[in-house]
Each structure stands twice: as structure tokens, then as C-alpha cells.
């Protein structure tokens, strides 16, 4: 097996320390996490954590496991890129009269989609989102130009599977789990664990 | 009034009307109606406020001061372990909380259910590097099952309800309540204590799938050579009786890790022995040779298996585990059993053919007589002067009818102790497994007394490792508390002394410990005791301290240089197992 990016999207409480609950879980593997973002959910009270790590499949299932048996931990989905649409979003800052001098850089902005989101008579500052390639490349495009400052953010990422949260949820908050979950619904699929 | 009626009244009378009481009596009502009632703590300037409020509570609840926390912890430990409930410790802030940390680990790795509660600096201090102050969430954190701040008072009773609930529902483990000094002091309107029944993020047991059940049984009743391990998951889930039945229907020999040692009697006829590094010959080679290999709440340590890409490939695995990260971690799973074998056990029961494998079952006791001839009688019989740690475990086991709780402590006398003790009753054998940790045995043994007071309990400890708790002698002379205390001491660390024996050529760095007179430090204590080096004078040495009346330390003098055997060297695999 080869090691690939997969994102993991784990549903849990929004609790003081869980971060570093999940953290620890990579970190005692020495496993550097890529990106990590924390967002609320489509629900109510609960947090997603998106998390983004080059490794090989049975090590992420693992992974995920560990994570799921957290007790604020709802559940944790693995998915490879193909599995989510994904976005990164970043802001760069630009000298003023390089734009103003050069339509060569005006022109390099806009082919890469990026928006001016504060004007200065010193400064620009540029977003743009997208995957990591496409970020990449403007940076490249612009260093030469003299770039001030650039930021880059966590992936987000939505499952394209995925139904939402919510029926799930129910079955989370009963006592005891209803008649009609007979089944053992991570060993229905064992092959697709943690995959909606 | 017995200390559970007390429990019922205190919790109807709570109820039914609300009271202004302080965060820390809080915490006491909490324990008293958790029937938590024996805690073993250290009290220290964060903690004060709880300990005051104790003052009140001693005819409820039964405080045992300890001589340092780590000894706090590892008697809850022992608790938790010989009673089968869940283990209470208090501790103040900083170095009270720092002391708990490798018990922590220690129960965290061998499943125990503890809830640890250790004060904190006022809440508008925190981060300030107060007096006293760590970080005692984030240090716990990796050793924790859970772990909860409180800062107001009104949060302790559904948070303690939290932390009884978490501990010893599924897979239990420790969990550590730290509470700031100010919760503690602050009033608030008690309105009752409810015990926590459910956690929507926290599924304790997966659910029984029958598919799987019937798969299970399927290749059980089509296997010609099948073998049960089993663990401690038998006995924390209860199932001593759902295993054997389990066992005795389908008449597969059995072995057992050394957590899972004692759930079931070790002279049962299906009964093979122990697993893993200094296991039995037996069941270590034909873990190599089974068709149907049965796992059993155990979770396939490195110590148990030796070389994994070289461990039971040719048979069918079937696992049971009540924690499904356990399933597939270290060996992949046929027929992966998720759930509480005290449910599924008996499901696999009725589905399996009754059943003998004697044939099989012999090759086991053909192994085991090649094992007495080359190890056993060795040890338990030894034809030369000096005596081995192995016939003092056989001589326990006749005085004592293999009726006493054996605690024993991490090396070489571990080793021993654990292959030839004698069982009769399930939670008898008390020990460090996963974390290995030297000076567990005599503080576990205080608590293993408070959690089965009728029982004779046993430390057996090396010389080494009495040295790193041995202070807990003072909660022995205070609490007056009948605990034997057995020294197996050969001058060394031993166990690394073999591995520098085996693997390093002999060049014995750093073993070579010398110890203090421990019969005149027991007495110091005013725990009588005596040394015994010779055969002749070791059983009425033995029988003097089990007949004593009272705590009792006896050091035996064994070889220097002895070894444990057999061995599973490390990176091997358990089929090329060593008698010598």
C-alpha cells in the first residue's frame, strides 16, 4: 500500500481539550498532520474536525478507530481526495505599485481567480481558493514580483457521499440502541469502514 | 446501618430536596453514592477544601493515607482489580497530580476503572504558574480514558456521575477529575445526584451482530485443531462462567495471557497454560500450528505474539473485544466478534457442537511434559544448594491451597510467579502486564487487601522493585493491615541481567543493586519478618507468615544468576521459543 492524502472528518461535542485529545492520537505515531480545521457542523452543538495526512490506508483506519473511542468523539470518516470536494483558501499581500506598474502581475491575478479583498496606496491584499496545486502556483507566480506576506488555511472538505449527520445523530442520542439497528453497521461494511 | 443502605438513603433523602452545599461535598455525596467508598489519597494545599469536608464523612466514607500518590494509585489499583469495582484516589495539584501519572498509565493499559481526583489551583490562577499549578489535563490526557476540568462547583455531581459511568462501563480505564480550588469552596444548590446512564458520543459496547456470531461458530465447529486465548476481558466483563461453558462445549484447550490469568481455575482440564515471552511451550508453538486460532478480550500484545509476520499465519482468526480499535490492530481478524463477551460468549456457545479434542489436546501435554523435564522440574525441584524462586511459588501454593490473591511486581520473580502459581478463583492474579511497572506490587496489595478483605494476599516482589515503593510499608503499619510480603531477592535486576546474559555477551551493566536489611526496615516499620536462604528452613518460613497474625515480611535469598525460561527471545517468533 501507498501512502496518499486522505482527509478525515470526525463529528464530536465541542469540548475544551478534545483538539488535543485528537492531536496526540498522530502524534504519539509520529504522524505530521498536513492541515487541520475546526468548524461547526451541519448540526447544531456538534464540531467537525477536518484533518488532512499523507499515509497508507490501514494505518489511517487505525487511526480513525483510536479517534472514534475518544469518548467526545462522535464518529470519524476517512475519505481519499477523489471521495470530497475540497477548497484551501489563501491571502496574499502585494506591493501596490508592482499592480499598478506591471499588467504582466494584474494579468497573473485574474488568471488564477484571485480577488482583491483590501486596497492600500501601500499594499494589496489578494484571496483565492482552491486546491493546493493552484495556490501553489500563484505564489510561484508572484515571488518574483515581491510577495510581502502570504497565508494559506486548513482544507475544508465535504464529503460527496454523504447524507449529513442527522439520522446518524438520533441513533447517537437514544438510550439504547432502537429495535431497528440489528445490524453492526461498521462490520456491515468492513471493507468501507468509516465511509458514510 | 451497612455502609449500602447508608448509600440509599443518602441518595433518596438528596433528592427529594435541594440543599446549599460546597463543590467538595459535592465530590463526598458523589463517591458515597457511587458505593466508592474505600479512597486511597494524599491530601496537599488544592485539595484541602475536599479533605475538610471529609472530616465530616469518615463514618461513610473510608480514607486511607497513603505515603506518596504513586502508591495512592497503584492501591486502587489493587482494589479495583481484587473487588472487581472501580478504584478512588485523591490527590492535591501539582506534584500530588504528577505522582499519578504511571499509574494512570499503568491503568490505562491494563483496562482498570479508576476515578482520580486531584485539586487545583484557584480557577483565576490557572495559566499563571501558580504555586503548585501543572497542567495536569493535557499531562493526563494521553493516560487518561477521560479527563474533565472543573472550574464551578455546580458541574461536580453530573461530572463525577460522568467520570463512574466512563470508567467502568465497556473497556474501563482510569479518569481524572481535576477541580479548582475555588469549585471546591463554592456553595451551590445541590439538587441530587444522578447516576449517569448514557453519553451520546460514547458507545461503550458495540452492538452483537448474529451474522458474524454464526460465522464464528461455524469454523469453530468445522476446526480440527482449534485454540482459545483469552485475556482480561473475561474477567472484567464477568464471563468466567460464559467462558468456561464456552470452553467445555466445544472442549478446546485453552491459554491465557497474563492479565487473564485466574478467570479460570489453572487446574482445569482444558487449561494449557500462559501465553507469550515466558509462557508455556505448548501453547506458544502450536499458536503456530492451530487451524482456528480464538482470541478472546485480549488485544495481541508484542509480549504475547513475539514476531507478528510470523505469528499463527496459517489459522483462521476469530476475535472477540468489546473495543473495536482492538479488532485488526495487531492481527487481522477472520471473523471479527465485536461486543461484551459476557453477551456473546454464550451466543457461541448455543451455536457450537459439543465436542472433545483429545488428540489435540495431548499434543499440549506432550509439550508440557518436554517443559517439565527441561524447565519445570528444574525450578520447582532443584537438585543443588541454592534455592530458586520457583520452589517457594510451589511451596505458596500448597500452604495457601491456591486460594490467595498472588500480587506480583514486574521482572524475573513476575515471571515465575505467574507460571506456577496456583488458581482457584477468578481476579487472583494481580500485576503490572502492559506497563511493566516496578513497585506496583506492594502498594497494589494494600489495595487488593481493602477490596477483598476475607482473602490472604500475597506481594511477591524482587529486590529491586520493593526498593521503588517500598515507603507504603508506612500505610501497612498505620492501616495495621494484614498483608504478606515476599522478597525473592537475588542481588540483581534480574531480568535485565538475563537479557545481558543472553544478548549482551555478559557484560551486566548497571544490575548489580545491593539492598538495605529488609527484615530490619520491616521491623523499623514494626511489620515483623525474617530471611530464609536455606530448603530445609523455607516452608515453616513460609506457614510462620501466613499463620501470623498481622502483615508479614519474609525475604527469601535465590540465585543469583538464575533464569526464566522458556523464552520467546525478542524479534522471534513464538514457535522458536527457548527451553534453555
Given at each position: 500500500m501507498q501512502k496518499q492524502e486522505f482527509t478525515i472528518t470526525v463529528y464530536t461535542?465541542?469540548?475544551?481539550g478534545l483538539l488535543n485529545r485528537i492531536a496526540i492520537i498522530f502524534s504519539r505515531r509520529k504522524i505530521n498532520i498536513e492541515s487541520l480545521n475546526t468548524s461547526p457542523s451541519e448540526i447544531e452543538s456538534v464540531h467537525r474536525f477536518t484533518i488532512v495526512i499523507n499515509e497508507i490506508e490501514d494505518v489511517v483506519r487505525k487511526l480513525c478507530r483510536q479517534i472514534e473511542?475518544?469518548?467526545?468523539?462522535l464518529k470519524a470518516y476517512y475519505n481519499t481526495n477523489e471521495e470530497i470536494v475540497w477548497q484551501e483558501l489563501a491571502l496574499y499581500k502585494v506591493p501596490t505599485e508592482v499592480i499598478a506598474e506591471k499588467v504582466k502581475v494584474e494579468r497573473l491575478l485574474h488568471e488564477y481567480g484571485a480577488r482583491a479583498v483590501a486596497i492600500r496606496t501601500d499594499y494589496i491584499v489578494f484571496e483565492t481558493s482552491g486546491h493546493r496545486e493552484e495556490i501553489e502556483g500563484l505564489i510561484k507566480a508572484l515571488e518574483p514580483y515581491g510577495l510581502i506576506e502570504f497565508v494559506r488555511s486548513a482544507r475544508v472538505a465535504i464529503i460527496k457521499?454523504?447524507?449529513?449527520f442527522h439520522e446518524k445523530l438520533k441513533e447517537f442520542e437514544s438510550?439504547?440502541?432502537?429495535?431497528?439497528?440489528?445490524?453492526?453497521e461498521f462490520l456491515d461494511k468492513q471493507e468501507e469502514v468509516f465511509t458514510m | 446501618m451497612s455502609t449500602l443502605e447508608l448509600t440509599k438513603e443518602k441518595a433518596a433523602t438528596s433528592v427529594s430536596k435541594t440543599e446549599n452545599i460546597s463543590g467538595s461535598e459535592a465530590v463526598l455525596k458523589a463517591f458515597v453514592a457511587e458505593n466508592a467508598v474505600t479512597i486511597f489519597g494524599y491530601p496537599g494545599g488544592a485539595i484541602m477544601p475536599i479533605y475538610d469536608a471529609l472530616y465530616d464523612y469518615q463514618d461513610q466514607l473510608h480514607h486511607i493515607l497513603v505515603r506518596h500518590e504513586q502508591g495512592a494509585i497503584h492501591a486502587a489499583q489493587g482494589f479495583a482489580r481484587a473487588s472487581g469495582k472501580t478504584g478512588v484516589v485523591f490527590a492535591t495539584s501539582g506534584p500530588g497530580a504528577t505522582n499519578l501519572v504511571t499509574g494512570l498509565a499503568d491503568a490505562m493499559i491494563d483496562s482498570t476503572p479508576l476515578v482520580c481526583v486531584t485539586g487545583q489551583v484557584f480557577a483565576h490562577l490557572?495559566?499563571?504558574?501558580?504555586?503548585?499549578?501543572?497542567?495536569v489535563i493535557n499531562i493526563t490526557t494521553p493516560v487518561t480514558k477521560w479527563n474533565y476540568q472543573v472550574t464551578?462547583?455546580?458541574e461536580i455531581p453530573s461530572v463525577l456521575a460522568k467520570a463512574f459511568y466512563i470508567a467502568k462501563s465497556g473497556r474501563p480505564g482510569p479518569v481524572l477529575i481535576d477541580i479548582t480550588k475555588n469549585a471546591q469552596i463554592q456553595k451551590f444548590d445541590y439538587k441530587g445526584y444522578e447516576p449517569c446512564?448514557?453519553?451520546?458520543?460514547?458507545?461503550p459496547k458495540p452492538i452483537v451482530r448474529k451474522k458474524y456470531v454464526e460465522e464464528a461458530a461455524k469454523l469453530i465447529n468445522a476446526g480440527e485443531k482449534p485454540f482459545v486465548i483469552f485475556g482480561q476481558g473475561v474477567i472484567l466483563g464477568k464471563a468466567e462462567n460464559e467462558f468456561k461453558k464456552f470452553i467445555e462445549k466445544s472442549g478446546i484447550p485453552a491459554a491465557w495471557t497474563i492479565m487473564g490469568m485466574s478467570a479460570i481455575p489453572t487446574?482445569?482440564?482444558?487449561a494449557v497454560g500462559m501465553l507469550g515471552m515466558?509462557?508455556?511451550?505448548g501453547p506458544n508453538v502450536l499458536t503456530n500450528e492451530c487451524d482456528i486460532l480464538i482470541a478472546i478480550g485480549?488485544?495481541?500484545?508484542d509480549r504475547v505474539t513475539g514476531r507478528l509476520d510470523k505469528y499463527a499465519k496459517q489459522a483462521k482468526v476469530i476475535h472477540l473485544d468489546?473495543?473495536?480499535?482492538?479488532?485488526?490492530?495487531n492481527v487481522k481478524a477472520t471473523v471479527p466478534v465485536w461486543g461484551d463477551c459476557k453477551e456473546t460468549l454464550p451466543m457461541l456457545t448455543e451455536l457450537i457442537q459439543q465436542k472433545k479434542h483429545d488428540s489435540w489436546l495431548q499434543r499440549f501435554r506432550d509439550f508440557e511434559n518436554e517443559e517439565e523435564e527441561q524447565c519445570i522440574i528444574p525450578e520447582l525441584?532443584?537438585?543443588?544448594e541454592v534455592l530458586t524462586m520457583g520452589e517457594v511459588i510451589k511451596l505458596l501454593n500448597e500452604l495457601t491451597k491456591a486460594e490467595a490473591i498472588i500480587v506480583t511486581d514486574v521482572g524475573q520473580h513476575q515471571m515465575v510467579a505467574c507460571r506456577y502459581a496456583k488458581y482457584k478463583?477468578?481476579?487472583s492474579n494481580i500485576t503490572s502486564g502492559?506497563?511493566?511497572?516496578?513497585?506496583?506490587a506492594l502498594p497494589a496489595a494494600i489495595g487488593a487487601k481493602f477490596g477483598a478483605e476475607h482473602r490472604t494476599v500475597v506481594a511477591i516482589i524482587g529486590d529491586g522493585g520493593f526498593q521503588m515503593?517500598?515507603?507504603?510499608l508506612g500505610t501497612i503499619m498505620q492501616k495495621n493491615l494484614n498483608v504478606k510480603i515476599i522478597i525473592l531477592n537475588?542481588?540483581?535486576?534480574?531480568m535485565v541481567r538475563q537479557w545481558q546474559q543472553l544478548f549482551n555477551d555478559?557484560?551486566?551493566?548497571?544490575?548489580?543493586i545491593s539492598s538495605p536489611d529488609f527484615v530490619m526496615l520491616a521491623k523499623s516499620y514494626y511489620v515483623e519478618g525474617q530471611r530464609v536462604s536455606q530448603r530445609e528452613k523455607l516452608k515453616d518460613a513460609l506457614a510462620t507468615m501466613l499463620n501470623h497474625d498481622g502483615a508479614y515480611l519474609l525475604e527469601v535469598m535465590v540465585g543469583k544468576e538464575n533464569n526464566v525460561f522458556p523464552m520467546v527471545p525478542q524479534g522471534c517468533s513464538v514457535s522458536e521459543i527457548r527451553l534453555k
Open positions: 461535542e465541542n469540548q475544551i473511542k475518544q469518548v467526545e468523539v457521499d454523504s447524507k449529513g438510550f439504547e440502541p432502537g429495535a431497528n439497528v440489528i445490524e453492526n | 490557572l495559566g499563571t504558574d501558580a504555586f503548585q499549578e501543572t497542567d464551578d462547583a455546580t446512564t448514557h453519553i451520546r458520543s460514547y458507545r487446574d482445569h482440564p482444558l515466558h509462557g508455556n511451550y485480549m488485544r495481541f500484545d468489546i473495543d473495536p480499535a482492538e479488532i485488526d490492530k525441584n532443584p537438585t543443588d478463583e477468578s481476579k502492559g506497563l511493566g511497572t516496578m513497585g506496583f515503593t517500598l515507603q507504603e537475588n542481588n540483581f535486576l534480574g555478559k557484560r551486566y551493566s548497571f544490575v548489580d
